[in-house]
């Protein structure tokens, strides 16, 4: 038992690299804010590329060591200062994320574009800086090693996201932007406050430093069901869903695509950081049940709402509140009986690669809507006949993210879906293992409604309204693909998701 | 009982009745008055506590600069004329229950304190000399943390971008649509001609002092909004457009000095966000001052609003 008091660790080398995937997109929103809108497109086509390669290096670095990298920031070691650190999980989903975030501005140029010699545009302006700031607070959610830097992170997480929902301006956007607002920071105030009790009991937010000293007791069980609450608000698990099918249905297409596929897995992740790396003997059966039960209860209603809806945006919409409940399966699987902890086994790799692949297939799919609607000027599912002949790349790539969200091999959704199959029945929660086949026949469900439709023949002539770009459609394609490829990881670097696990230190490079 | 704690009783009688009428008052405006004076109770209530820092603070933010916002949206709402927007029972219900759940866990856990109750402060002290900073807030601010301070000045620049993507396409790069009562030889015109003065050394005493003792660049910025709004409200002064560059430089100022001195520390000192031995406390007065004057005007301009009006040629 190593001594709750010795500082767990010191920057590695290479550790300059996470200093630098904060400060690129931090510096990115400032110089965007102050050169002006003509500028912001071109300086995020610069950076969000460079954060896709400073991801992969971090990824390449994590995996070829076995060992995470960290950087103490300010040469103050935990607990008085803040340090960062990459492990598998951050690796992984930070690679993931840079990838969504770069086909959704390939995706977004032909909204958000600057005209060449224009004046500054508002939708332009904000919608290049906002996707910057999200980049960058994801980076910090995936390599914050501090509970209060994750706390800012989800703060500016949520106050990127907010203002995209509006960004057309219409009245209907505004309210659902409000109301995303609202849940978002009672989300914020629920965490800071747990945060400020853990801080009164324990004198450290340092992840490490915390998971050593943290005990079942009144103030911490209370901490945590704050923390707790306020991260399921904002990642809107049944049932405090309600702000995001209007959230994300309104907002433009590029800007459903990064929040439903980027920003709610923020949150997420902090969830996964809190129970697994923080406090991991604190959840227990009762709980892990409970959390598995609100997920269960996610994929039931929302995959049954999604089948009754009339619009395609909204049915993707609470898709996402149905595929936002398998990332909580996987907290009843991943707790060990015998010692009653959450540990990083097989159901953990399979909840992260289920929020990866629904992050590529659901970027992919708001894309795919968004160029429908342009195409025919709305989204309503019945009249959607014809449309696969004129934009057949587009509804392939809504197809392929169908296929991973239903969980049809190769695609990521069926080995996340696998993993999380083989771990209810090696624990013998079979109940688990019905809910996620229930799922799958909902998914396949709603999915057939819109295709059979897309595909159908239309009774007149379809009036194409504009040409779509191709780049647009490729985009789409892209992430598809890489969605539908992503159960391939099972052949390599899949093991990564257990780097720097506490449980698992004997993970070496292969 | 001594008078101190006679005092103490009687202001924590006075916060709980003006929070429970402002939770019962029918008037918006009742209620943001309620809570104007509930956040300069409390920021008494700090400083009993010994916590200066936070006292300012909450006197600035809580009950000055919010309770600025919430007029501003109070006086917007009373323009609109909306629908009814009383919240319906079941959600007041929901409301009072949560708000109950959150009180209880509290209560809880204030009530069953750990034997012995960890601090960092003493490390804080120990180590703060290197820094030649006094203030032990400002260190942590600063020195320890950083990196969130840092952040969190981004993230007010976000929340003014978002204030400014609700205006319309057509005034976008316009003048805020903040209420003007330009009234010669009036009262505010008097209070806008005697008062900033005064507010601006204020803010230059709160931003330097703040090393040694309480205060800082917040609380120095926030004062200095106030002084920046009374006179445009007062209409000695043009609100400016959102488009000007040099408005834009110094909503930036701040930050970009920070991460430029937080970069230089990998290459003069050992790491990222640290000091240069011996530089550290004029570095950090820097970043103070360029702090202060970018977050007195992100909070000027999150008060007067979106820009509403093109500039006249």
């Known amino acids: 038992m190593p001594d709750a008091n010795v500082l767990p660790d010191a920057t590695t080398t290479d550790g300059a690299l996470l200093v630098l995937a904060i400060v690129l997109p931090a510096a990115g929103v400032l110089l965007s804010f102050v050169l002006g809108g003509r500028y912001a497109e071109r300086i995020a086509s610069v950076l969000l590329p460079s954060g896709f390669i400073l991801a992969t290096i971090i990824f390449g670095d994590v995996w070829q060591s076995g060992h995470r990298l960290v950087y103490i920031v300010g040469d103050w070691k935990p607990p008085l200062g803040i340090a960062l650190r990459a492990d598998g999980l951050s690796a992984a989903m930070m690679v993931a994320m840079a990838i969504v975030i770069c086909a959704v501005a390939i995706f977004a140029h032909a909204d958000f574009g600057m005209r060449a010699g224009s004046v500054e545009a508002r939708a332009p302006f904000a919608f290049w800086i906002l996707l910057m700031a999200i980049w960058g607070a994801m980076n910090m959610v995936f390599l914050g090693g501090d509970l209060f830097t994750l706390y800012v992170a989800i703060e500016l997480l949520t106050f990127a996201a907010v203002p995209l929902v509006c960004l057309d301006g219409r009245a209907e956007t505004l309210q659902a932007a409000l109301r995303y607002l609202l849940f978002a920071l009672l989300g914020s105030i629920l965490y800071l406050v747990g945060t400020a009790l853990l801080y009164g009991s324990y004198a450290t937010l340092d992840i490490v430093l915390l998971s050593r000293r943290v005990h079942a007791e009144p103030a911490t069980l209370v901490a945590a069901t704050l923390t707790t609450i306020g991260l399921f608000a904002k990642t809107a698990l049944f049932p405090l869903h309600l702000w995001l099918p209007p959230a994300h249905a309104g907002a433009p297409a590029a800007a459903s695509a990064v929040l439903s596929a980027v920003v709610v897995k923020g949150s997420f992740f902090i969830i996964v950081r809190l129970w697994f790396d923080v406090m991991p003997g604190l959840l227990g059966p009762v709980g892990a049940q409970l959390f598995g039960a609100l997920g269960a209860a996610a994929i039931v209603f929302g995959s049954v709402v999604a089948l009754r809806q009339q619009r395609l945006k909204l049915l993707i919409a609470y898709s996402t509140v149905a595929q936002i409940g398998y990332l909580f399966l996987m907290f009843p699987l991943a707790l060990d ?55 057949p790349m587009t509804i392939f790539a809504f197809a392929l993210g169908g296929v991973s969200l239903i969980g049809l091999p190769p695609s990521g959704g069926f080995l996340a879906k696998w993993l999380l199959l083989e771990a209810a029945v090696a624990t013998g929660q079979w109940w688990w293992a019905i809910v996620m086949l229930a799922g799958g026949l909902f998914t396949s469900g709603y999915m057939f409604i ?37 159960g ?20 070496g490079p292969r | 009982m001594t008078i101190l ?101 509290l209560a809880i856990a204030i009530l069953s304190p750990p034997e012995a109750i960890p601090t960092l402060a003493p490390m804080v002290m120990e180590n703060l000399a290197q820094s030649g900073l006094g203030n032990p807030v400002a260190g942590v601010l600063f020195v320890y943390r950083a990196l969130d301070t840092l952040l969190e000045k981004v993230v007010l620049i976000l929340a003014l971008l978002g204030v400014w993507s609700l205006a319309p396409d057509s005034v976008w790069g316009g003048i805020p649509g903040l209420r003007v009562y330009a009234q010669p030889s009036s009262t505010l015109t008097f209070l806008a001609q005697l008062l900033p003065p005064v507010g601006i050394v204020v803010a230059i005493y709160m931003c330097w002092v703040g090393a040694k003792e309480p205060g800082g660049a917040f609380q120095g910025g926030t004062v200095l909004a106030a002084m920046w709004l009374l006179v445009m409200i007062a209409g000695l002064k043009n609100v400016p457009s959102i488009s000007q560059p040099w408005l834009r430089l110094l909503l930036v100022v701040g930050p970009v000095i920070f991460l430029a001195i937080g970069l230089a520390g990998m290459v003069l000192a050992n790491a990222f966000l640290d000091y240069p031995s011996g530089y550290a406390k004029p570095l950090i007065i820097a970043v103070e001052v360029a702090l202060t004057l970018s977050i007195g005007v992100a909070l000027g301009l999150l008060a007067a609003g979106p820009p509403e009006r093109v500039q006249q040629q």
């Not at chain 1, 595909?455 to 598809?480: D, F, H, I, M, N």
């Open chain 1, 337 to 391: 009986t015998a010692s009653a902890q959450l540990q990083g086994s097989g159901a953990l790799t399979g909840g992260m690669l289920q929020a990866i692949s629904h992050a590529t297939a659901k970027a992919a799919m708001f894309m795919a809507a968004g160029l429908i609607y342009v195409v025919l000027g709305h989204d309503r599912i019945a009249e959607l006949g014809g449309i696969a002949r004129a934009i």
């Open chain 1, 450 to 486: 819109v295709l059979s439709s897309a595909v159908a023949p239309s009774g007149e002539p379809l009036k194409l309204r504009v040409a779509v770009p191709r780049y647009q459609e490729a985009a789409a394609l892209t992430l598809a693909l890489t969605s539908l490829l992503l």
């Open chain 1, 488 to 507: 391939l990881v099972a052949l390599g670097p899949i093991d990564i998701l257990q780097v720097g696990r506490a449980d698992s230190m004997m993970v």
């Open chain 2, 5 to 105: 704690s006679a005092f103490d009783i009687g202001l924590v009688v006075l916060i709980l009745g003006i929070g429970a009428s402002t939770i019962a008052a029918r008037e918006a405006f009742t209620a943001v008055i309620g809570f104007v004076v509930y956040g300069l109770l409390l920021s008494i209530a700090w400083v009993r506590l010994s916590a200066v820092d936070v006292a300012l603070t909450e006197a600035a933010i809580g009950g000055g600069m919010t309770g600025m916002l919430i007029l501003g949206a109070v006086a917007r709402l009373r323009l609109a004329k909306g629908t009814d927007t009383r919240a319906s029972l079941p959600v007041r219900f929901a409301a009072g229950g949560l708000c109950a759940l959150v009180a209880a866990g």
